[in-house]
């Protein structure tokens, strides 16, 4: 099993960060969401298949409220990622949502 970690740097103003890209087929077994700040912030995640533009389609989380210095722990279903396949984030702060992705090959 690996772990990829990084923060947002990406706003909602701004581009999404590319928080994980699969190198071959995978399964990201948990994710986390720190929010490092002192203030409440907002996160939408995004699953998208290489090759894809990024859309509305491939959102798993919108909007969502990490309160302050609070952790948001995604990890009671397992996703399959084929090779190239990212997961892309933007927050409503940059550089405060720390994420750490377990995952292992398959």
Do not use: W
């Not at 929010?35 to 298949?49: A, C, K, R």
């Amino acid at each position: 099993m690996s772990i990829e970690t990084n923060l947002i740097a990406g706003t909602a103003s701004g581009s999404v960060t590319t928080v994980y890209t699969s190198s071959g087929d995978s399964a990201i077994t948990s994710m986390f969401f720190c929010n490092t700040d002192s203030t409440d912030i907002d996160i939408t995640v995004y699953i998208v298949p290489s090759g894809d533009t990024l859309g509305d389609q491939h959102t798993i989380m919108k909007e969502l409220t990490v309160n302050a210095t609070d952790t948001f722990a995604f990890g009671s279903e397992r996703i399959l990622l084929g090779a190239g396949d990212t997961v892309q984030a933007f927050a409503s702060t940059t550089n405060k949502i720390s994420v750490v992705i377990s995952y292992t090959g398959i």
